[in-house]
């Protein structure tokens, strides 16, 4: 591999060196500039020395091949590979400010302020895993935030695509990771599993929330491997401030068996988002680690029996869609509320993972916006919410798969299509306006988001009613 | 340069035309037939005749197993390949059999190299059908890349740098990096034959200066190819197998 000493001013495949902006065990990262482009990009080039650990090379290798690959807002955008006969390095989008590792130390942090960030670092997981990729290797240094707010993930050298080959699969003895966040079939040697980045994101949100990193940073595959059978401590035992709801998600997310976590980071961004309406467990409760007996038992089982496989390649995360009913009721027939619940039910018996989210919009009034007593005085908010929860009771949906939400707007549609954006939502269930001449009139909500929706929208309709 | 790369073609002409027709709309510079022209199907010598002539034009074209027991040499083969093969002989033309017996068993292309089956010993018509089996092909040889047939099931294999294989079944339209730094063996899924539980005709394109290798299919009318080898008295297998891809 030849190897040219590199400095500032030296040109590298078109592109000028600039400053040395880090220099960093597994690579340095420089200022780059192109001959007629007047922006900065960012240059990783890795330290590959004689002897050195093999991972690094094949790391640098994964992700020059998935950089390219991945899309939106949630990366870096990539400009270029260097070829390893000559020099290897990947040249990315430069994204300004820093990553979350300076925060280190002011935590701990308000709840309200890491349940916001977890909420964005969650929308980027959901995006990457949509491209088929597991990051598995969340931590504070590797999240960074544009100045709109969204969360991009950085450093996909220790990343599993589900469509290319992986590199570091099998190759090592050793599980790549980093200790304070592996997750335990990470640990075991798993990189298949989706959901080891919702417990990575769980650490961050308990560290960040507590100051205490819940598995501590343990150097040795022993210590890593303590996760599998001793429960951290339960947040609210740490900092008793801390609400029961918030215990409830990041507990979910440190499930041992990642059948218990949430199955995708869009549902763990929906109850981030959405905290009274988080289903409490035993776990919001919890104020002790697990008694000496329940770990004792778990040490004694075989490690591999204590987490669970991962999912097979079929099993996307459309298995575990989020599900948006949206509600007039108004508007509503026994025909058509019978009809929808049941166009519901068979989505939702089809997904066992599936989420439901019962929305209706409570149109504003345009010249008083801020009107929401009814006439009687009564909580329409309330009303509304009451409303929904009794279309949906002869579903016998189980407790902690549905929510419901009422929104306020002017714009019905707008409205609805926000919720679905930003709630990553996969399936919209509405009805369709029952009088034809109401929808003349005031044009067709179902009929926009149809349209409009970042999804799959489904209008429900009862044969005949219009004639 | 895009390569196009079919293999196990197995005497099926819709298939074979439906996979060349892909292959043109995407721009392909120069054709690889990594062997089995005939074989099982009930078209051998309109199918030799049509590679026959691509070959003229430039393609590359390998010897596989049946074409050459098709043409007298002995071999292993099960009782179905075998009564195929009684079948196929009197119906190739003069000039086919010629052609048939003329290809040969390895070609090089740049770092490439081409070969039915496992090439740690071409006339063995092994099948690399596991990481251990492409460990014997790939450590015998020094190309970088080496394409094989025979198996009918895509699969990628790739010897890293602490000497292990590893396996990555590809992901139709899904193009594979196949990184220079190490070694890799790609076996193409079959045009004729296909039994990796899809009936379309299987593919691949590789893409010389980018080093992606991308697995295609194609899907054809297997109803008629089936019902032609049930006309030609074949054994009803064979029909069965195009059906379900098996």
């Known amino acids: 591999m030849a190897k040219s000493k590199l400095e500032t001013g030296s040109i590298l495949d078109g592109f000028t060196i600039g400053e040395l902006i880090h220099r960093g065990g597994m690579a340095s990262l420089w200022e780059v500039k192109r001959e007629g482009d007047p922006t900065h990009y960012l240059m990783k080039i890795p330290v590959l020395n004689e002897g050195e650990d093999p991972a690094a090379i094949v790391s640098f290798e994964m992700e020059q091949m998935i950089m390219p690959r991945l899309k939106g807002a949630h990366v870096p955008r990539h400009v270029a590979n260097g070829d390893f006969a000559v020099q290897p390095f990947i040249v990315m989008e430069r994204l300004a400010g820093e990553t979350l590792l300076p925060q280190l130390k002011h935590l701990p942090l308000p709840v309200d302020k890491v349940a916001e960030m977890g909420a964005a670092i969650a929308d980027a997981l959901e995006s990457l895993h949509r491209q088929g990729v597991i990051h598995l290797d969340l931590k504070p240094s590797n999240i960074m935030f544009r100045p709109s707010g969204e969360a991009v993930l950085i450093d996909y050298g220790l990343a599993h695509h589900r469509d290319l080959p992986d590199l570091l699969q099998e190759e090592f003895r050793l599980p790549y990771g980093t200790a304070p966040y592996m997750a335990p079939e990470q640990v075991m040697g798993i990189r298949t599993d989706p959901r080891s980045d919702i417990f990575a994101l769980g650490c961050l949100m308990y560290f960040f929330a507590t100051g205490v990193r819940p598995f501590g940073d343990p150097q040795k595959l022993k210590g890593l491997k303590q996760r599998l059978w001793r429960d951290p401590v339960p947040p609210r035992k740490l900092k008793p401030d801390i609400p029961p709801w918030f215990q409830e998600i990041v507990l979910r997310c440190l499930e041992v068996k990642a059948g218990r976590r949430y199955p995708t980071p869009a549902q763990l961004a929906h109850d981030l988002r959405n905290p009274t309406q988080v289903q409490l467990s035993a776990r919001a409760e919890k104020l002790q680690k697990d008694g000496f007996f329940a770990v004792l038992k778990r040490k004694g089982e075989p490690p591999r029996s204590l987490i669970d496989k991962p999912p097979e390649r079929e099993a996307e995360a459309s298995d575990a869609p989020i599900v948006a009913a949206a509600i007039n009721l108004d508007d509503m027939t026994p025909e058509l509320a019978d009809k929808l619940r049941r166009t519901l039910l068979r989505i939702l018996e089809r997904s066992p993972e599936a989420r439901l989210a019962v929305l209706n919009v409570l149109k504003l009034n345009r010249i008083a916006m801020d009107q929401t007593l009814d006439e009687e005085g009564n909580n329409k908010h309330v009303a509304r919410l009451v409303g929904l929860k009794d279309w949906a009771r002869p579903m016998k949906i189980a407790q902690g798969r549905v929510t419901y939400h009422v929104l306020e707007a002017i714009d019905p549609a707008d409205t609805l299509l926000d919720y679905a954006r930003v709630n990553n939502v996969d399936h919209i269930v509405m009805g369709a306006r029952a009088n034809s001449t109401m929808r003349k009139i005031l044009g067709s909500v179902s009929g926009k988001v149809a349209m409009e929706a970042p999804c799959t929208v489904t209008v429900v309709r009862v044969r005949g009613a219009e004639e | ?246």
């Open chain 2, 1 to 246: 340069m895009l390569l196009g790369i079919i293999s196990d073609l197995h005497a099926n002409e819709l298939a074979l035309e439906a996979s060349l027709a892909a292959l043109q709309r995407l721009g392909v510079d120069r054709l690889v037939i990594l062997g089995d022209v005939v074989g099982y199907g009930p078209d051998p010598e309109v199918v030799t005749q049509r590679i026959a002539a691509l070959a003229g034009q430039g393609a590359i074209c390998l010897m596989g197993n049946h074409d050459s027991a098709a043409v007298g040499a002995r071999s292993a083969m099960n009782d179905m390949a075998a009564a195929a093969i009684a079948w196929t002989r009197p119906r190739l033309s003069e000039a086919s059999r010629q052609f048939l017996a003329g290809l040969p068993m390895t070609a090089t292309l740049e770092d490439m190299l081409f070969v039915h089956a496992d090439a740690s010993n071409p006339e063995a018509w092994n099948y690399v059908v596991d990481a251990a089996a492409a460990m014997q092909s790939l450590t015998a040889v020094r190309a970088q890349v080496t394409f094989v047939g025979h198996v009918h099931r895509p699969q990628v294999y790739c010897l890293t740098a602490t000497a292990k294989v590893i396996a990555h079944t590809p992901v139709t339209n899904t193009a594979v990096p196949l990184s220079p730094q190490r070694q890799w063996l790609a076996v193409a899924g079959a045009v004729g034959q296909p039994r990796d539980g899809n009936p379309a005709a299987s593919f691949m394109t590789y893409e010389t200066a980018a080093r992606e290798l991308t697995f295609h299919r194609a899907t054809y009318d297997y109803d008629t190819t089936a019902r032609r080898i049930r006309d030609a008295g074949l054994p009803e297998r064979l029909a069965e197998r195009l059906v379900n891809g098996t």
